[in-house]
T-cell receptor, first 115, second 113 residues
Framework: DTEVTQTPKHLVMGMTNKKSLKCEQHMGHRAMYWYKQKAKKPPELMFVYSYEKLSINESVPSRFSPECPNSSLLNLHLHALQPEDSALYLC??????????????FGSGTQLSVL | AQKITQTQPGMFVQEKEAVTLDCTYDTSDPSYGLFWYKQPSSGEMIFLIYQGSYDQQNATEGRYSLNFQKARKSANLVISASQLGDSAMYFCAMREGVGDMRFGAGTRLTVKP
């Protein structure tokens, strides 16, 4: 199994809603990532979890709250988002973090629209 | 801080022809890895090829090869025998020794029948 599964594939939410994005991998990877990608732009790193601990937070606003319940799961909790937060949210995993040889395995993403 | 530059916003290639997508990078770390990913309209980022800074030979994976010129800090992707399914966004990316993956701006490749 070399897949990273993200749900939902599409999400529309209002600015007062609370929602969660979910990501799952069963490759035994110990590093998991959230990236944000605006249309026609490259992915931008948001968070990195290494061995279930948050190791990198790229100065992301607190309305985005990551959670890593176990080594296979990664959540991104959303609250009081703004329309400019509309984007494709990509989850990725790798065997380890912080090593130049480690490629990332990506999910198909959640396309988020904030109204 | 690392920087990855892709100067070609869009490229066109005739089916069955070869195409080169450019990537230059800037880092002061002697240990780094270079990656190319393909992103079709479906959104998933698909890993294509990897080159390590200490690798002596250029990486190849099927129809993909990486033209690694370390002194010029370039890592161009060559796709041979282009197919219609190769039409997508292509991102060059780099990881420094203990850093995380950062991406260039991308090149949109269109393969013409």
């Amino acid at each position: 199994d070399t897949e990273v599964t993200q749900t939902p594939k599409h999400l529309v939410m209002g600015m007062t809603n609370k929602k969660s994005l979910k990501c799952e991998q069963h490759m035994g990877h110990r590093a998991m990532y959230w990236y944000k990608q605006k249309a026609k732009k490259p992915p931008e790193l948001m968070f990195v979890y290494s061995y279930e601990k948050l190791s990198i937070n790229e100065s992301v606003p607190s309305r985005f709250s990551p959670e890593c319940p176990n080594s296979s799961l990664l959540n991104l909790h959303l609250h009081a988002l703004q329309p400019e937060d509309s984007a494709l949210y990509l989850c990725a995993s790798s065997r380890e973090s912080g090593k130049r040889v480690e490629k990332l395995f990506f999910g198909s993403g959640t396309q988020l629209s904030v109204l | 801080a690392q920087k990855i530059t892709q100067t070609q916003p869009g490229m066109f290639v005739q089916e069955k022809e070869a195409v080169t997508l450019d990537c230059t990078y800037d880092t002061s770390d002697p240990s780094y890895g270079l990656f190319w990913y393909k992103q079709p309209s479906s959104g998933e980022m698909i890993f294509l090829i990897y080159q390590g800074s200490y690798d002596q030979q250029n990486a190849t994976e099927g129809r993909y090869s990486l033209n690694f010129q370390k002194a010029r800090k370039s890592a161009n992707l060559v796709i041979s025998a282009s197919q219609l399914g190769d039409s997508a966004m292509y991102f060059c990316a780099m990881r420094e020794g203990v850093g995380d993956m950062r991406f260039g701006a991308g090149t949109r490749l269109t393969v013409k029948p």
